[in-house]
């Protein structure tokens, strides 16, 4: 199954090299990662997708808290939060199709945030199914290349354990 | 208050440490610290032959005295030549705090001379590495570094020392305490999960305890023999575990797993109940994992959660300090559940004692040849268990762990995890530096001494009486023995045929060399070896053709073992 771990690391040089040797060095596979700071500049989040059965997954958080500079881990699939995605789409309709590219944009709570005499570049948000949804969606239209974030997440304010 | 220069630094943390020796090579970029130590009366450092040695070294000295082994080596080749003993020690949980030279800050990265990225080389085989940026930081750093490899599971830490660095200057600030926010291991078991587990213990019809190297580390070994004794379990021990429960006690069940004994293995199989202490389910010891101990259920206590899970089912996990939840343990058994445990076990352990009976360790004597597993005996009588056994590795260790009866902890040093061929030797000589006054033999094969046979220099210079008992069997044994079960006798490279003379090589180093080619031999040459106060070689040229046995097959339950020689005339196409 596929799960969504978040990881308060120190915020030293190292500590995403390590992160991410764990899961190769162990065979462990990640989907995506991403890292920020956050508030306290000491302090690092990443949001880390992963898949694994239930043995792999307990051994990943295991093994990441084991890590002397990991603060905590939190898998956040086991409650309720809210996760987001982020991709940026560069696309070449033809000209009749333009209009119809700016009308899905604006269904997906999209924007332009470039363009070109020939190419759009979109900005999508929304969580992963939104994200693949909107670029399924372009596919006909000509897609030049397109760049995601990665999955972040974070508990919901009144969160419940699932 | 005055500065001090980061080398001074350095020194003065290790005196506050409690550091005595270090085993270490010099280099460039830190001569700084090894100008200090050209003077310093409180701190010896041992010049080893190479820096795999100096790691072995202090590694050995870790596991006999329970106290941190130190390392102290250059950059680049230096720094990458220790990369084999950390590993090793990282595997076995060994407490080592390895320094290395790095170039200046300024030309990290830049392919400098003599530089290699030892903190990325290392990351994934030490506990924590660490790259000293800044002198400010450098007190700070290494009481840290002493911190993370001594507390929790130990393990290696490496502290990378840019030579301006040890140049720069800042002032002394020893932190009298350590803090680190992401690291707290968890010491005190859950007493729930205790309780459940003293409820098991009371009920099984058939447990066995396997009590690992955690028993070691942790110092369990009177609360391991109270609950055994308590409760009449019989105890296995992992390879790492020996000397943790007595050998020579009646519930000993010695070593389990591919060359454990046919009792422990039955024992193990057969249980109802298991109380894995301190050890992490290699595989060396489950067999085919989904066939280990079909019926028993698991209690598992570790102090490292990773362990636990990882490679078997667990009933009861129980994180903590082992000798902690022993302690625990035992006295909710002996106050609140007391069964009369002789009577509950009764059955269990005369079957026990019917598997011992029926299929005891045993190897047939010749007394043409000598058999390696006499010479382990007869090490066994003449130093009446009393010595420091370090071993190599293949079937010199798999003989030493089944014919050396073990029955204190801390007396065998032997590379577990990783299986290190070279490791005993230098390990040898590092135990030997923390007990000046004990008996300490590496048994060793042909193959590994030869890893690491440049030490007996070090040995000899600094009037260290290590004794190696080389079990010549000219071949790679154990690699042969397995090219012999499962590869139809193609002995392909395995076969050393140019051994060198190990007695001149002894002499050419300034130590002793002795030989014995006959059984009657043996005897008399141990006790030479042992009565001289010097290094010495024994050379012991041995049957070639032994095996070590029982083995379990790679891939099969631990109880498929195959226990003798076939008895059909073997047709051995020997290289020779
Ligand atoms: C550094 C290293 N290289 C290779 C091996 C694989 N290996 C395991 S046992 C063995 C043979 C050991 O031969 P020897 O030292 O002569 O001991 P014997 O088995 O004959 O007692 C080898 C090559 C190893 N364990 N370590």
């Known amino acids: 199954m596929r799960h969504t771990i978040s990881v308060l690391v120190e915020n030293k040089f190292g500590v995403l090299a390590r992160i991410a040797g764990l899961f ?47 603060i905590k881990v939190v898998d956040l699939t086991e409650i309720d939060h809210v996760e987001r995605e982020m ?9 009749e199709n333009r209009l119809e590219v700016l009308k899905t944009v604006e269904i997906f709570r999209g924007r332009v945030v470039d363009s070109g005499p020939t190419t759009y570049t979109i900005e999508v948000t929304g969580d992963e199914k939104k994200i693949q949804a909107f670029i399924e969606l372009m596919k006909p239209f000509g897609i030049k290349e397109f760049v995601r974030t990665g999955k972040v997440a974070i508990p919901r304010e009144i969160s419940q354990r699932k | 208050m005055a500065k001090m220069k980061g080398a001074e630094i350095l020194i003065e943390c290790l005196k506050r440490e409690g550091v005595k020796h270090i085993f270490g090579y010099p280099g460039g970029v830190i001569l700084d610290i ?82 290699a990225d030892i903190v990325g080389i290392t990351r994934p085989c030490t506990k924590y590495n660490i790259l000293v940026k800044d002198v400010k930081d450098l007190a700070k750093q290494i009481r840290e570094a002493f911190y993370i490899a001594t507390t929790g599971r130990p393990g290696p830490v490496l502290v990378d020392l840019p030579k301006d660095v040890t140049q720069g200057k800042a002032e002394f600030i020893w932190p009298e305490t350590v803090h680190i926010r992401s690291y707290n291991p968890t010491y005190e078991g859950n007493i729930y999960m205790i309780k459940k587990a003293a409820q098991e213990i009371a009920k099984a019809k058939k447990p066995v305890i396997i009590a690992g190297g955690g028993c070691i580390i942790s110092e369990a070994h009177e609360h391991l023999k109270e609950l ?60 085919k994992t989904d066939a280990f101990a079909p019926q028993a259920k698991i209690i598992h206590i570790d102090i490292d959660p990773t362990s636990i899970r990882k490679n078997v089912r667990v009933d009861i996990p129980i994180v903590g300090d082992v000798s902690r939840v022993l302690q625990v343990l035992n006295k909710i058994l002996k106050e609140e559940i007391k069964p009369q445990w002789e009577e509950v076990r009764k059955a269990w352990l005369k079957q026990i004692n019917q598997w011992k009976k029926e299929k ?41 762990a089944q014919f050396y009866k073990f029955d204190k902890p801390r007396r065998f040093v032997t590379s ?161």
């Open chain 2, 360 to 400: 005891p360790l045993t190897y047939e004597f010749d007394p043409e040849v000598i058999k390696p597993q006499y010479v382990i005996e007869k090490i066994y009588e003449i130093t009446k268990g009393d010595a420091i056994i370090t071993t190599e590795v293949g079937q010199n260790q798999m003989w030493a």
């Open chain 2, 228 to 287: 055994a004794e308590m409760t009449q379990i019989p105890v296995a021990n992992t390879l790492m575990g020996l000397g943790s429960f007595p050998r020579t006690h009646e519930l000993s069940l010695g070593m389990l797993g591919m060359h454990g004994t046919y009792y422990a293995n039955m024992a193990v199989q057969n249980s109802d109940l298991i109380i894995a202490i301190g050890m992490r389910f290699d595989d060396r010891v489950t067999g």
């Open chain 2, 34 to 115: 090894f100008d200090l130590l050209y003077d310093d009366p409180d701190i010896k450092l041992i010049l080893t032959r190479h820096e795999q040695g100096a790691t072995h070294a202090a590694d050995g000295y870790a596991r006999v005295s329970g106290k941190p082994g130190v390392v102290l080596v250059t950059s680049g080749p230096g720094a990458t030549n220790t990369v084999t003993g950390i590993a090793t020690a990282y595997m076995d949980s060994v407490p080592l705090v390895i320094f290395t030279g790095q170039v200046p800050t300024f030309l990290i990265g830049n392919d400098a001379f003599q530089e």
């Open chain 2, 416 to 576: 577990g995890g990783l299986g290190t061929m070279g490791y005993g030797f230098p390990a040898a000589i590092g135990a030997q530096l923390a007990f000046p006054q004990m008996t300490v033999i590496d048994i060793a094969g042909d193959g590994s001494i030869q890893m690491n046979i440049q030490e007996l220099a070090t040995a000899v210079v600094y009037d260290l009486p290590v004794k190696v008992a080389i079990l010549n069997n000219s071949y790679l044994g154990m690699v042969r023995q397995w090219q012999e079960l499962f590869y139809n006798e193609r002995y392909s490279h395995t076969y050393l045929s140019t051994a060198p003379d190990f007695v001149k090589v002894a002499e050419a180093y300034g130590a002793v060399g002795l030989r014995a080619t006959k059984p009657s031999e043996v005897e008399p040459v141990i006790k030479e070896a042992l009565s001289i106060r010097k290094p010495v070689f024994m050379d012991f040229v041995v049957d070639w053709k032994e095996k070590v046995y029982p083995m379990v097959p790679p891939g099969a339950p631990i109880d498929q073992m195959i226990l003798e020689e076939k008895k059909k005339e073997r047709k051995l196409k020997a290289v020779k």
């Open chain 1, 87 to 95: 991709v940026l789409i560069k696309i070449a309709p033809r000209k």
């Open chain 1, 24 to 70: 190769s060095g162990r065979g462990y596979n990640i989907e995506s990662l991403s890292v920020g700071e956050t508030i306290d500049p000491q302090i690092s989040i990443m949001t880390i997708v992963t898949t694994g059965d239930d043995r792999v997954i307990e051994q990943i958080t295991k093994q990441l808290n084991r890590l002397v500079d990991v």
